[in-house]
Nanobody, 124 residues
Framework: QVQLAESGGGLVQPGGSVRLSCAASGFTFSINKMAWFRQAPGKEREFVAGIMWGLGSTSYADSVKGRFTVSRDNAKNTMYLQMISLQPEDTALYYC?????????????????WGQGTQVTVSS
């Protein structure tokens, strides 16, 4: 079993930046991919960005391309999400997820482990 813990959320002004972290513990050898999802009030959870743990290849939702960067530190078992040029529509609870397998990086059902989420609020 894998445990995930997010950190780094908070209140940021429009145009600002923030970096989220997701630390994995437990059976980390089982992780093949990790991703960030977000859920805004009244909306469904949506894929934001993902990364293959071994190769480091990445995938992004169209809405965040060019603004968000996902990365990982294998030695620390930690994934990051650097977010710049934040807009009010980026306000959401951000979750990290980890899963086995090679496919479905953008699909929530591909992940078996989830963190509790960290809130990002973009407001002036």
């Amino acid at each position: 079993q894998v445990q995930l813990a997010e950190s780094g959320g908070g209140l940021v002004q429009p145009g600002g930046s923030v970096r989220l972290s997701c630390a994995a513990s437990g059976f980390t050898f089982s992780i093949n991919k990790m991703a960030w999802f977000r859920q805004a009030p009244g909306k469904e959870r949506e894929f934001v960005a993902g990364i293959m743990w071994g190769l480091g290849s990445t995938s992004y939702a169209d809405s965040v391309k060019g603004r968000f960067t996902v990365s990982r530190d294998n030695a620390k078992n930690t994934m990051y999400l650097q977010m710049i040029s934040l807009q009010p529509e980026d306000t959401a609870l951000y979750y990290c997820a980890a899963g086995p397998g090679w496919g479905g990086i953008g699909r929530a059902e591909s992940y078996g482990s989830w963190g509790q989420g960290t809130q990002v609020t973009v407001s002036s």
